[in-house]
């Protein structure tokens, strides 16, 4: 699942990105606001070299086998941040970032009921769980070294599947999920992935429409692998306004 709440100037989920679900009184999955200014730049350090699918946006990124867990920091709208790779000692911490960010939902009345939450929250931390121990986690750490965000890269049909993209309510609107979701990117094409799929919300103007913006566009169930339409009937099952669930792409450069 996957959203993302509001930012300034751009919309972009911040919640939760990949998989999207609302939690009881909050909403998981979705994916960070966007940068007024433009898309952010990562540089490299290290063993570091240009990611096709990341040079659009003058992204530069490391090796992610080769140095695990280092990511320079940057200043975004002059708080500094930071982007690393989780581990699976960061779950806790994940889900924490999540809940909160998932309050976003229930403001926009998407409440989950207990039932479906226990459900949801058992397999999302089963698939984050995964994605950790896979080092396809990158966690958002702010100027006073606290974990902010995170978004979670997993694998449906055999291509890369954005499972979460969350930011806490209050380090939102600063351009840390467009951060995060351009190093999701990064990590997909890492993977060696040809797209980056998620699925998110129709409805609100943080998710579709936001990753519209950063070049992903719909695609029909009868368009999607089986696993991919197991996860939107999953989804459509559990979640609020099952209707609105839709699955997303963005095509990624090919690494040459």
Request: aromatic share 6%; net charge neutral.
């Amino acid at each position: 699942m996957h959203e993302s709440p509001p930012q300034r100037a751009a919309a972009c989920p911040t919640a939760s990105c990949g998989s999207t679900r609302p939690t009881r009184g909050a909403t998981t999955s979705k994916s960070p606001a966007a940068h007024s200014a433009g898309q952010p730049t990562i540089r490299g350090v290290g063993n570091a070299r240009i990611t096709p699918a990341c040079h659009e946006v003058g992204f530069v990124t490391v090796s992610w086998r080769m140095n695990p867990g280092v990511l320079p920091r940057e200043r975004l709208d002059g708080a500094g941040v930071e982007i690393r790779i989780g581990s699976p000692a960061d779950i806790d911490t994940i889900a924490a970032i999540d809940l909160d960010a998932s309050m976003l939902f229930e403001r926009a009345g998407l409440h989950l009921e207990s039932s479906n939450e226990r459900e949801l929250s058992l397999a999302e931390r089963t698939r984050w769980l995964k994605c950790l121990a896979a080092g396809t986690v990158v966690v958002a750490r702010d100027s006073s070294a606290e974990d902010v965000g995170f978004a979670a890269v997993g694998m449906r049909d055999r291509e890369p599947y954005l499972d979460q993209l969350s930011v806490r309510v209050r380090s939102m609107r600063q351009g840390i999920g467009t951060r995060l979701l351009y190093a999701a990117i990064a990590v997909a094409t890492e993977e060696g992935g040809t797209a980056l799929w998620l699925t998110t919300y129709n409805h609100l103007s943080w998710n579709r429409p936001y990753y519209e913006r950063h070049g992903f566009v719909l695609v029909s169930p009868e368009g999607c692998g089986e696993e991919l339409r197991s996860e939107l009937s999953f989804e459509r099952r559990l979640l609020p306004r099952p209707e609105e669930r839709v699955v997303m792409r963005k095509d990624l450069a090919v690494r040459s």
